[in-house]
């Protein structure tokens, strides 16, 4: 009985494995589900009952949308960044020095893809930060200057010393910034 039982299964088996044809991959999917539906059935010889994978792979087709959803997540990300298109600011650089160290700040707009760097050795401390991190460490600083090319001097010292949240005891602090329409303002403080 038994092995009646398993040369049935073992014949069922070939002849599936027959059908799904000769091994070669000639570009067609009739599963309609980008060839992930696996309909070979697997015989448990402990039990004599048929198991279909057909679900198993099913939930692997599933995981093959995962990276759609990530390329949503990413396109948020821009959204988020567009801060920088509503400044009119299309380089920054910013240098204050202290006794214990320097705090220097660079950012370029790059015709809408802004790079950005931050350099802090105050208090003994060397802190680098380049690129996205750098940007989102700027946003709000850069998005609270209300300067524009007839800024004064002052203004532009006072408004970066809060933006930044300076300490007034620097040594020496430069503020050069060129706006979108090329106009410049430069600041200095010794």
């Known amino acids: 009985m038994k092995r009646t039982i398993l040369s049935t299964a073992t014949i069922g088996l070939a002849l599936t494995l027959a059908a799904c044809g000769n091994g070669e991959n000639n570009g067609e999917n009739t599963a309609g589900n980008g060839g992930n539906e696996n309909t070979e059935t697997e015989v448990d010889v402990n039990n004599n009952e048929e198991a279909n994978e057909a679900d198993e792979n099913n939930a692997a087709a599933d995981d093959n949308e995962e990276p759609e959803e990530n390329?949503?997540?990413?396109?948020?990300?821009?959204?988020?960044t567009a801060w920088y298109e509503d400044l009119n600011i299309d380089e920054f650089e910013l240098d204050a020095e202290y006794g214990d160290g320097e705090y220097e700040v660079e950012?370029?707009?790059?015709?809408?893809?802004?790079?950005a760097e931050i350099e802090d050795s105050r208090d003994g401390e060397e802190i680098e930060m380049e690129g996205q991190e750098a940007l989102d460490e700027l946003e709000p600083m850069l998005t609270e200057l209300e300067l524009d090319a007839v800024s004064s001097e002052d203004e532009v010292l006072d408004q970066s010393i809060e933006a930044f949240s300076l300490d007034e005891d620097y040594d020496e602090l430069e503020v050069e910034i060129e706006f979108l329409d090329d106009d410049e303002v430069e600041a200095e403080d010794e």
Do not use: L, Q
Request: charged residues 40%; glycine residues 10%.
């Open 107 to 115: 950012y370029k707009y790059n015709d809408g893809s802004p790079e």
């Open 71 to 80: 390329n949503e997540t990413d396109a948020g990300n821009d959204e988020e």
